[in-house]
């Protein structure tokens, strides 16, 4: 995925880059963070430090997400191109590689070596999708637990002595 296509993309983070592209990052990876849990997918988010002088890919594990910065010379583009390249070569056609990114002639190339391609937009909906689906799931469980089983045993015993009491 590549991290600064999303970011200038979703209305959840793209207000916060122009305070802190720390921030931005940050949060970016908290809702996708979110989305692995929903949707139960590995995610790799990329972002371009090809311009920093010096630099060398660094990779961290934060909230479950594999982020990358790319090394000098290396863009987000590049580093995905390869990944896809060598996952197809490994994995054949048993596990579906999808990359996201808002850019027309990277979704070309991605889907000529055997991704698929999601904008950043699509994603989003499919998100929304999956919050709103879980949500309601959540309300409909908890609607089927009855409500003494969520009350502690003191307010339990104060409803009891208020229903034997005589007013």
């Not at 371009?48 to 961290?60: F, I, L, N, S, Y």
């Not at 390869?82 to 490994?90: I, M, P, T």
């Not at 990114?101 to 698929?116: F, H, K, N």
Request: charged share 30%; glycine share 6%; net charge negative.
């Amino acid at each position: 995925m590549d991290g600064y296509n999303v970011l200038n993309a979703w209305p959840e983070v793209t207000f916060l880059k122009e305070e802190d592209l720390a921030h931005a990052r940050d949060r970016l990876i908290a809702v996708l963070s979110e989305f692995r849990v929903l949707s139960g997918i590995r995610i790799i988010l990329v972002f371009d430090a090809h311009q920093v002088k010096g630099g060398t890919e660094k990779r961290e594990e934060c909230e479950g997400i594999e982020v990358i910065f790319t090394r000098e010379g290396e863009s987000a583009d590049q580093w995905i191109e390869k990944f896809v390249s060598q996952a197809r070569g490994l994995q054949g056609e048993a596990i579906p590689v999808f990359v996201t990114t808002s850019d027309w002639l990277e979704q070309r190339i991605v889907s000529a070596r055997g991704a698929y391609r999601v904008t950043p937009l699509e994603l989003y909906r499919e998100l929304q999708r999956l919050k709103a689906e879980s949500e309601k799931y959540s309300r409909e469980a908890f609607d089927r637990v009855p409500l003494d089983s969520r009350l502690s045993a003191q307010i339990k015993k104060t409803f009891e002595n208020w229903r034997r009491s005589k007013i």
